[in-house]
C-alpha cells in the first residue's frame, strides 16, 4: 500500500463543493472515480479542507492509499485523462509516508477571494469573481481587517451548520490589497470555521463602500451572535490557495492540529 499527496487545482462551479455527497457532483467523487478507474480499486480521497459549492482551489492537497503499485507520475497523468472534461487537474502527485495525513498533519491553510471592482460585467472572470460595480476603499477595508486578526469568538462569521467543535479560532493574517480594477483578501489560519471566509469579506466589503466603519466590524464581532453579520459573499471569489505542513521548509515547526471546516 503506497500513500500518495496530491495537488489539486479545480474551478468549483459545476460541484456541491469538495465532499462526496448524495444530492450532486462532488470534486471528492470525481477524482476518486477516475482513479479507481486507473487502479481497480476502491478509493477515499482526504483533503486538507472541504469547500463549499462553488469555491475554486489553487492547490488543495489531498492523499489517497493505492493498493496497486503505480508511480506518482502514472497515477497523476492517467487520474487526469479519466477527469476529462471536468475542470480539475492533479498538478502533483508523490508518495509520502503512511502517516501523513492531509486533514490532520496540515497546520495552516490560506484562501484568497477576488472582488472586481468595475461596473462592466465580467466576460473572463465570470464565476471565478464577485463584481461589486460601486467603488470599494480598499485601505479602509484593510485597516478595518486587522481588528479580525488574532484568537477570537467567531460566532458571528460562523455558519450556523458549521460542526466545528469551538468557535474560537487564531486568525494569523487577513490582508487587502488593490491591483488595477481587482481587489484581492488574503486570509491565513490555522483552520476556518464554515463560511468564516466569505461571511468576513462580505463585513469588509461594506466597509468599503462606506456603510459600516472598523468599529462597526470590531462590533460584530464582539457581538458573538450571527444576526450580528453584514452578509455572505458568494462563493464565485473564493479560492483555496494553499495547505501548510510541518515538513515544508517554508513552516518552521508543528503545532496542535484544528480541523478545517472552511
Not at 468557535?167 to 470555521?193: H, M, N, Q, W, Y
Not at 462606506?210 to 460584530?220: P, Q, T, V, Y
Amino acid at each position: 500500500m503506497t500513500r500518495f499527496r496530491l495537488t489539486v487545482e479545480y474551478d468549483g462551479a459545476p460541484f456541491m463543493g469538495w465532499q462526496r455527497q448524495a444530492h450532486g457532483p462532488s470534486v471528492q467523487q470525481a477524482i476518486e472515480e477516475a482513479i479507481e478507474a486507473i487502479t481497480h480499486e476502491k478509493v477515499v480521497l482526504h483533503a486538507a479542507g472541504r469547500t463549499d459549492a462553488g469555491v475554486h482551489a489553487l492547490a488543495m492537497t489531498a492523499h489517497v492509499d493505492v493498493a496497486r503499485p503505480i508511480s506518482a507520475h502514472r497515477l497523476a497523468d492517467g487520474t487526469n485523462a479519466k477527469l476529462r472534461p471536468l475542470p480539475v487537474s492533479v498538478l502533483a502527485a508523490r508518495p509520502v509516508r503512511e502517516d501523513f495525513h492531509a486533514r490532520f498533519s496540515c497546520i495552516g491553510r490560506r484562501y484568497l477571494y477576488r472582488i472586481v471592482n468595475r461596473r462592466a460585467p465580467l466576460a473572463l472572470d465570470h464565476g471565478r469573481a464577485w463584481r461589486v460595480p460601486v467603488v470599494l476603499h480598499a485601505d479602509a477595508m484593510h485597516r478595518a481587517a486587522q481588528q479580525l486578526v488574532g484568537r477570537h469568538d467567531f460566532t458571528t462569521f460562523r455558519s450556523v451548520q458549521c460542526q466545528a467543535e469551538s468557535p474560537v479560532k487564531t486568525l494569523d493574517r487577513l490582508t487587502v490589497r488593490r491591483l488595477g480594477d481587482a481587489i484581492e483578501i488574503e486570509a491565513a489560519a490555522r483552520s476556518f470555521l464554515h463560511h468564516q471566509v466569505r461571511s468576513m469579506v462580505g463585513c469588509l466589503e461594506l466597509v468599503g463602500r462606506g456603510k459600516w466603519s472598523a468599529a462597526d466590524l470590531k462590533a460584530a464581532l464582539d457581538a458573538r451572535d450571527r444576526a450580528a453579520l453584514g452578509f455572505n459573499a458568494p462563493p464565485d471569489g473564493l479560492y483555496f490557495v494553499e495547505a501548510v505542513y510541518p515538513d515544508d521548509p517554508a513552516e518552521a515547526a508543528a503545532a496542535p492540529v484544528e480541523t478545517a471546516e472552511d
